[in-house]
């Protein structure tokens, strides 16, 4: 069973940044997909971010150039660095671990969200 445990949510002020930080048991980081998800009240969940098992990353077009998603194989962690943050940023953030195919990331597992809020 992979387990997920978001952390580094928080309240910020627009234009600033938070790194939040997902800790992967069960499973190696190196060897499944992971990305990122958000989802704002009353909205559906948004695919933010994907890194494949061979590093290769891609973004919604909406953070492009202001959020990073990376991962330490070594620590079996994945992490998002969001800078310039935006009020629209504001969400529920989720950190998956599944399958990438070409820029098409599938989820299999979700942890249980951490909140960023970013006021204006």
């Known amino acids: 069973q992979v387990q997920l445990v978001e952390s580094g949510g928080g309240f910020v002020q627009a234009g600033e940044s938070l790194r939040l930080s997902c800790e992967v048991s069960g499973s190696d980081s190196t060897i499944m997909a992971a990305g990122w998800y958000r989802q704002a009240p009353g909205k559906q969940r948004e695919w933010v971010a994907a890194i494949s098992r061979g590093g290769r990353t891609n973004y919604v077009d909406s953070v492009k150039g202001r959020f990073t998603i990376s991962r330490d194989n070594a620590k079996n962690s994945i992490y998002l660095q969001m800078n310039s943050l935006k009020a629209e940023d504001t969400a529920v953030y989720y950190c998956?671990?599944?399958?990438?195919?070409?820029?098409?990331?599938?989820?299999?597992?979700w942890g249980q969200g951490t909140q960023v809020t970013v006021s204006s």
């Open positions: 998956t671990v599944g399958n990438a195919l070409g820029t098409e990331y599938y989820p299999d597992t």
